[in-house]
């Protein structure tokens, strides 16, 4: 505990620091934020073993914002932060948003739920039926992966046919959005059909 208290207090003064030092300057790079790399036990029982998932030794971060990388070693975690970093900073630059001052706190920024809300009902039907959940915060960003540990989506696939009577197994992203309105669509269509 006394360790973790210390950790903290260390980071919460690099933080000051950065902050401090970030008036000298507008585009700040990633060597002007905090950044932070810690070591983690990689656990071989993990339901997240699967193929498909990476545990990562390391994790570089900047302190007070959600953003990460992750590698084998403490270079290769730096090198997923500066790539994140970028990703961020080029997408902000697009939208005209100002970069996160060094030091301070970062947003946490949520996927927009357009295109989810527009099936609403269907998307709590969903989460009920197909994912066994009483409640789901999903968004247009979400998928069928996010909700299992498995290989492949097989299993949710099969369950949304034998629920829904449609067929999403070529949606290799599996996005929920694209699914819904995929079900939404084949609702649709038979409504109509079967109008006089």
């Known amino acids: 505990m006394t360790f973790k208290r210390s950790v903290r207090f260390k980071n919460q003064i690099l933080a000051f620091w950065k902050?401090?030092?970030s008036f000298?300057?507008?585009d700040w790079q990633l060597s002007d934020y905090?950044?932070?790399?810690?070591?983690?036990?990689i656990?071989?029982?993990?339901?997240?073993?699967?193929?498909?998932?990476?545990?990562h030794r390391y994790i570089a971060y900047i302190v007070n914002w959600a953003l990460t990388g992750g590698g084998g070693?403490?270079?290769e975690a730096l090198h997923g932060l500066q790539n994140q970093f970028e990703s961020v900073k080029d997408k902000w630059k697009l939208e005209a948003k100002p970069l996160v001052r060094p030091g301070t706190r970062g947003p946490i920024e949520f996927a927009s739920q357009d295109r989810i809300s527009v099936n609403q009902e269907l998307s709590e039907d969903f989460i009920r039926r197909?994912?066994?959940?009483?409640?789901?915060?999903?968004?247009?960003?979400?998928?069928?992966?996010?909700?299992?540990?498995?290989?492949?989506?097989e299993l949710l696939c099969t369950k949304i046919m034998q629920v829904y009577g449609v067929d999403v197994s070529d949606i290799e992203s599996g996005k929920l959005s694209e699914i819904l309105d995929r079900i939404a669509?084949?609702?649709?269509?038979?409504?109509?059909?079967y109008e006089p």
């Open 19 to 21: 902050r401090c030092f």
């Open 24 to 26: 000298r300057k507008r």
């Open 34 to 41: 905090p950044v932070a790399i810690r070591e983690q036990k």
């Open 43 to 55: 656990d071989p029982d993990s339901q997240f073993s699967a193929p498909r998932f990476t545990q």
């Open 73 to 75: 070693t403490p270079q």
């Open 130 to 153: 197909v994912l066994e959940l009483d409640w789901a915060w999903i968004s247009d960003e979400s998928s069928l992966w996010d909700f299992h540990t498995s290989e492949t989506n």
């Open 185 to 193: 669509a084949t609702r649709a269509s038979a409504l109509l059909r």
